[in-house]
């Protein structure tokens, strides 16, 4: 068994370190926030995330971030997407070299286009950082529900490392070297999930529902290609799968607070009404000002920029992305003579 840390202990964290716990590692969970720490140092339970799991005992929940970062086999950044650099900065010189860590959140960084792990690695550059994604909502995990992931890294041999760490009956992980494409679909997904949360609240149906994920998966793989990634992993766990589940699930934050800007709420009021960090709206500039550097066409991202920064209606963009120019579904496909 592994001594495993866990930086940041919201509900996806928390998940995972009692996933792990339960498989016998020696677990530690660390907050920055001292209140979530009392919490669950005095409840064994994330009463605002999880309510009603319990935290196994042998779990360290501390707020000291040397003993979270010293003698750590794997270190799991679990921070939300706002806060990773400034963690990584804090961390970084209690961090040894060659020290394994695995991002598990999902976003890119509006100011420097940089995905997560490309965070860490510049503020934790001695780290060997690799990723973690796929369906996997938090809720679900946390009692036991199966899952499949994957886990990007730079080497086989670390790829294996965490899989073997995470992987048990319920908790299938797959490895890949696509660590660009596998942190595209994660982040890019969110977005899209905004988007078909706002189509619901509209009242719009299944046909709605069935033609965004489509038209979003097309989008995050004209990216992703463009970036170097492979269209396998974009119509992989990562991509397409991620982007099903978060597209449709009431455990999604970024569905739910599409949902209520659909029902009429402004952004900012979905977002106080949702309660959590929706890291679609982080991302969703970024991924805009990505299409626009590397000349790739993503309508339904400009139409969601639209909504949530520049006071468009969901019912205007929702007519928009009908009303575009007509086009082939797949331009590169030839008729024959």
Known sequence: MSKVSFLGAGSWGTALSIMLAKQGHEVTLWSKVEAEVTMLQENREHKNRLPGVKLPDSIV?????????????????????????????????????????????????????????????????????????????????????????????????????????????????????DIIGIELGGSVKNVIALAAGACDGLGYGDNTKAALITRGIAEISRLGVAMGAKVETLAGLSGIGDLI???????????????????????????KEVKQVVEGVYSAKAVRKLAAKYQVSMPIVEEICSVLFEGASASEAVKRLLTRERRAEYPDISWED
């Open 61 to 177: 929940v501390t707020n000291d971030l040397e003993a979270a970062c010293t003698g750590m086999e794997l270190i799991v950044f679990s921070v939300a997407s706002p806060f990773v650099r400034s963690v990584a900065q804090e961390a970084c010189s209690l961090i040894p070299e060659g020290q394994k860590i695995v991002n598990v959140a999902k976003g890119i960084e509006e100011s420097s286009l940089d995905t997560l792990r490309d965070i860490l690695m510049e503020e934790i550059p001695q780290a060997d950082v690799s990723v973690l994604s796929g369906p996997s909502h938090a809720e679900e995990v946390a009692i036991g529900m199966p899952t499949t992931v994957v886990v990007g890294a730079t080497s086989k041999e670390t790829a294996v490392f965490i899989q073997e760490i995470f992987m048990n009956e319920r908790f299938r992980v797959y490895t890949s070297p």
């Open 245 to 271: 589940v978060t597209c449709t699930s009431k455990h999604s934050r970024n569905y739910n607070a599409g949902y209520l800007i659909g029902q009429g709420y402004t952004a900012d009021a979905a977002l």
